[in-house]
């Protein structure tokens, strides 16, 4: 089997090249990064998780005597797992309730401090790649995030290598006028982040107009399930007299704990000793001009534990 085609059904037998030992040690050694491939695509661990369960079932098929290069054709059989789950939850996403927002992760600390990989799972940037198409989004990802080649993008894809290369630019070009101008070096994103969370613990209207930016967005994400606005908030007056407003109908005790979502800077909020839900920013020129708020129980699931990324 030659590395351009995804293995055949089969039974999981011994694999030439080492036996089902070998596989599981090479699909291990590689896991983390095929789940960082499938969440940047789907924005959904769950589902990135259910695509790295469908990659080990046909990774344990491949006779590896015939894979010339492990991680591509890993990455190869992801990619075109993660894309038929796209384009199934693009139809699924029409009948979400509300604004939808990626699932957070909960990293370790000095993801943060790898740019290259903190930018690329940002909510921020995870969220202008929604507005990409599938493939778009796929092509993008594996180029700008994991460096891969056009012309292994191109069999994952299954698209002509000049094909991605028009792909590439073209999504180079949407994502580059839609994502963050002027971000801050993570300690600074976290001051400005400790000033929201005391403006926000205390109530403090005026504390949080000088921490956001005028053209803010708020985008609260509760699945139907929890409490959140309908629709994208914008502008610092708005945003604020939402946030004070909520906080003071509710007649709780709020609190919030620091904590690196995505590799960024972000609160776990916890209403009367309860987690809530989690607040992840945008922060540009030391202002704040994106709140992302996922109050979704079904998306809360990793923010206790750890989840490890990678891009190598």
């Known amino acids: 089997m030659n590395e351009g085609s995804e293995p055949t059904t089969g039974s999981a037998e011994p694999l030439a090249g080492g036996g089902t030992d070998s596989a599981t040690e090479v699909f291990v050694a590689h896991r983390n990064l095929l789940f960082t491939v499938a969440y940047e695509m789907l924005g959904s661990a769950a589902d990135a998780e259910d695509v790295l369960q469908e990659t080990w079932l046909r990774w344990m098929k491949a006779d590896l005597g015939q894979v010339r290069d492990h991680r591509a054709y890993l990455v190869r059989i992801t990619t075109r797992r993660s894309l038929d789950r796209l384009r199934t939850m693009s139809r699924r996403r029409e009948d979400y309730v509300g604004s939808w927002l990626p699932e957070p992760l909960l990293t370790a600390p000095d ?5 290259e990989l903190a930018e690329s799972v940002s909510m921020a940037l995870m969220i202008v790649l929604e507005t990409l198409s599938p493939t778009e989004r796929a092509v993008f990802v594996l180029r700008e995030a994991f460096g891969i080649s056009h012309d292994e993008i191109a069999a994952a894809v299954g698209k002509s290598p000049a094909a991605v290369r028009q792909i590439a630019h073209r999504a180079r070009q949407h994502v ?67 946030i004070v ?34 607040i992840a920013v945008r922060v540009e020129h030391a202002r704040i001009t994106g709140l992302y708020y996922v109050r979704n129980p079904q998306k809360l699931t990793r923010v206790e534990s750890e989840t490890p990324l990678t891009l190598r």
């Open 111 to 115: 993801v943060a401090e790898d740019v």
């Open 176 to 242: 580059d006028a839609r994502r963050p101008r002027g971000e801050v070096a993570p300690h600074q994103a976290r001051a400005v982040l400790a000033s929201f969370q005391a403006a926000l613990e205390t109530r403090d209207l005026q504390g949080l107009l000088d921490v956001l930016a005028p053209q803010v967005v708020l985008i609260s994400d509760g699945g139907g399930v929890k409490q959140a606005a309908p629709r994208p908030i914008t502008g610092a007056g708005k945003v604020g007299r939402f």
């Open 245 to 278: 407003g909520g906080l003071g109908k509710a007649q709780v005790t709020v609190t919030s704990d620091h904590t690196v979502v995505n590799g960024n800077p972000a609160l776990v909020l916890r209403v009367d000793g309860a987690i809530d839900g989690v």
